[in-house]
């Protein structure tokens, strides 16, 4: 059975800080796909990135980036120079290919405030 | 441009009474979804639709719950008898890529209350 583990429940930064959130998963898939999703104090779920087991690299889009190591079964997201604007709740998730139905399996998510 | 529109945006309801949530594709889409959030929870998949059948269900989705697509365009989620422990926000979600394995992409939710 899938499952992600956010073990940060709520994080609090002053603007400007970089900030990690941490995502852990557990598949018996060999390929999978991972999802981060941002969740805006008005409610919808944003999708930021979407990544397959197969491809390891590391990805940056502006004051974004993904780490994602098979190794430890994490795929963590970091915020560099965070902003105001910034603050949500963070959800990581996960399907598996295998999968009939393509269920995202979802983590408990972290909920970041920065802090002007 | 919203991948999917719900409506309504907020349903009350008393408990015992069906409900039906709605979701129109902005454009011709085979995979749809449905997912609940509970009330500072995390969200939770309830059923996958592919071509307009249910490809995936989970342990919430019991007898109670039902979906369709009626006219080829609305996919609609049915409550048919709503308990207390239902309200929540409801999503749905349309894969991004129309392969099932994409990214989803989800509508602004309808917050169900039932009372």
């Known amino acids: 059975a899938q499952k992600v583990t956010q073990a940060q429940t709520e994080i609090s930064v002053v603007e400007k800080e970089d900030v990690t959130l941490d995502c852990v998963y557990e598949?018996?898939?060999?390929?999978?796909?991972l999802f981060w999703y941002k969740q805006p104090p008005s409610g919808e779920l944003v999708f930021l990135i979407r990544?397959?087991?197969?491809?390891?690299q590391n990805e940056i889009s502006g004051r974004y980036s993904w780490n994602f190591q098979k190794s430890t079964s994490s795929f963590n997201f970091t915020i560099t120079a965070s902003q105001v604007v910034d603050s949500a709740v963070y959800f990581c998730?996960?399907?598996?290919?295998?999968?009939?139905?393509?269920?995202?399996?979802f983590g408990g998510g972290t909920r970041l405030m920065v802090k002007p | 441009e919203p991948e999917v529109t719900q409506t309504p945006s907020h349903q009350v309801t008393q408990m015992g009474q069906e409900v039906i949530l709605r979701c129109v594709p902005i454009?011709?889409?085979?995979?749809f979804y449905w997912y609940r959030q509970i009330l500072g929870q995390k969200v939770e998949f309830l059923v996958s639709?592919?071509?307009?059948?249910?490809?995936?269900k989970s342990e919430i989705f019991d007898d109670q719950f039902s979906v369709e697509r009626p006219d080829g365009s609305n996919f609609t989620l049915k409550i048919r008898s709503t308990k207390l422990e239902d309200s929540a926000m409801y999503f749905c979600?349309?894969?991004?890529?129309?392969?099932?394995?994409?990214?989803?992409?989800f509508g602004p939710g309808t917050r169900l209350t039932v009372t």
């Open positions: 998730a996960l399907s598996e290919q295998n999968n009939a139905g393509n269920m995202l399996t």
């Open positions: 598949t018996r898939d060999t390929t999978y796909y």
């Open positions: 990544r397959n087991s197969f491809d390891e």
């Open positions: 454009s011709n889409h085979l995979y």
């Open positions: 639709f592919y071509n307009n059948e249910i490809s995936e």
């Open positions: 979600a349309r894969d991004g890529r129309g392969t099932g394995i994409g990214e989803q992409y």
